[in-house]
Antibody
Framework: QITLKESGPTLVKPTQTLTLTCTFS??????????VAWIRQPPGKALEWLAL???????RYSPSLKTRLTITKDTSKSQVVLTMTNMDPVDRATYYC????????????WGQGTLVTVSS | DIQMTQSPSALSASLGDSVTITCRAS??????LAWYQQKPGKAPKLLIY???SLQSGVPSRFSGSGSGTEFTLTISSLQPDDFATYYC??????????FGQGTKVEIK
């Protein structure tokens, strides 16, 4: 059974750095072709892809947010970490992590999401 | 960047109706398109991938078609569990993934 779960702060202050952790089970990020992505959704709005990391440590970032994002993995802990710098109130959103399977480009398993609010 | 445009943004339908949602890409994406269903407060759920492949466990009343720039998601006989928001997602534009703006399916 594949599961993913996001964790991190629910509230951050403007200009602070957000660190979110995705802890997963049921698959390995050492398996060829597998990736884990971060996707966010502001309240009442559409989904926005942020970043993705592959089994071989290849990383992809949204061009519009690239300068603020870092994605890393810890395969021994089955975790993927996303950091986003210089948080702003417009970054208030539910942040999801999701798996991309071997040879695929869609996201077949998702975490439940975590709502992050940016406020002083 | 490739833009994905869904239409309509919302629709009202009755139980048993057949509904079709369209997703248009600003340039050709071959068949690199997926459809997701999202209910309030829940994560998206994968329905269709590679434009027309049904994800395991998804009811057969869901179907997808299209290639190039125009794609459709059809629900053949709307059930109570189908009232939700639907998103398309493309991958043909390295190195990014893009979602449509969503289509909300409501009860008439």
């Amino acid at each position: 059974q594949i599961t993913l779960k996001e964790s991190g702060p629910t509230l951050v202050k403007p200009t602070q750095t957000l660190t979110l952790t995705c802890t997963f089970s049921g698959f390995s990020l050492t398996t060829t072709g597998v990736g884990v992505a971060w996707i966010r959704q502001p309240p009442g709005k559409a989904l926005e892809w942020l970043a993705l990391i592959y089994w071989d440590d290849t990383k992809r970032y949204s061009p519009s947010l690239k300068t603020r994002l870092t994605i890393t993995k810890d395969t021994s802990k089955s975790q993927v970490v996303l950091t986003m710098t210089n948080m702003d109130p417009v970054d208030r959103a539910t942040y999801y992590c999701a798996r991309q399977g071997y040879g695929d480009y869609h996201f077949d398993y998702w975490g439940q999401g975590t709502l992050v609010t940016v406020s002083s | 960047d490739i833009q994905m445009t869904q239409s309509p943004s919302a629709l009202s339908a009755s139980l048993g109706d057949s509904v079709t949602i369209t997703c248009r890409a600003s340039q050709s994406i071959s068949t690199w398109l997926a459809w997701y269903q999202q209910k309030p407060g829940k994560a998206p759920k994968l329905l269709i991938y590679k434009a027309s492949s049904l994800q395991s466990g998804v009811p057969s009343r869901f179907s997808g078609s299209g290639s190039g720039t125009e794609f459709t998601l059809t629900i053949s006989s709307l059930q109570p569990d189908d009232f939700a928001t639907y998103y398309c997602q493309q991958y043909n534009s390295y190195p990014t993934w893009t979602f449509g703006q969503g289509t909300k399916v409501e009860i008439k």
